[in-house]
């Protein structure tokens, strides 16, 4: 499976941006999708994930007011919602997808797609 995160780019503090997580796989609505980040000199850290298996949505504690996930099969898209950015968002956004892993552990995912920068200015 072929991930392709867009939807990246420099927005203000307050904000919204949506960012998208495109498969190149037909059977794509058959895996579990996360997404991940990695702010300049720190860990990758689970944001949001959502299951194929009943669309079940788990959103990191840090975010969970203020992103959304959600998936659209036809389009073969997974999107990451996010509001009331601050700077403390600005990190590179990765989507991952995994045929039957769907947790926070960012090892356990089989495919990755290249990263899309979120830089959220003050």
């Given at each position: 499976?072929?991930?392709?995160?867009?939807?990246?780019?420099?927005?203000?503090?307050?904000?919204?941006?949506?960012?998208?997580?495109?498969a190149?796989?037909?059977?794509?609505?058959?895996?579990?999708?996360?997404?991940?980040?990695?702010?300049?000199?720190k860990?990758?850290?689970?944001?949001?994930?959502?299951?194929?298996?009943?669309?079940?949505?788990?959103?990191?504690?840090?975010?969970?007011?203020?992103?959304?996930?959600?998936?659209?099969?036809?389009?073969?898209?997974?999107?990451?919602?996010?509001s009331?950015?601050?700077?403390?968002?600005?990190?590179?956004?990765?989507?991952?997808?995994?045929?039957?892993?769907?947790?926070?552990?960012?090892?356990?995912?089989?495919?990755?797609?290249?990263?899309?920068?979120?830089?959220?200015?003050?």
């Amino acid at each position: 499976v072929q991930l392709q995160a867009s939807g990246g780019g420099l927005v203000q503090a307050g904000d919204s941006r949506r960012l998208s997580c495109a498969a190149s796989d037909r059977t794509f609505d058959a895996y579990n999708v996360g997404w991940f980040r990695q702010a300049p000199g720190k860990e990758r850290e689970f944001v949001a994930g959502i299951t194929w298996v009943g669309g079940n949505r788990n959103i990191a504690d840090s975010v969970k007011e203020r992103f959304t996930i959600s998936r659209d099969d036809t389009k073969k898209t997974v999107y990451l919602e996010m509001s009331r950015l601050n700077p403390e968002d600005t990190a590179v956004y990765y989507c991952a997808a995994d045929r039957y892993y769907s947790g926070s552990f960012s090892g356990r995912y089989m495919y990755w797609g290249q990263g899309t920068q979120v830089t959220v200015s003050s």
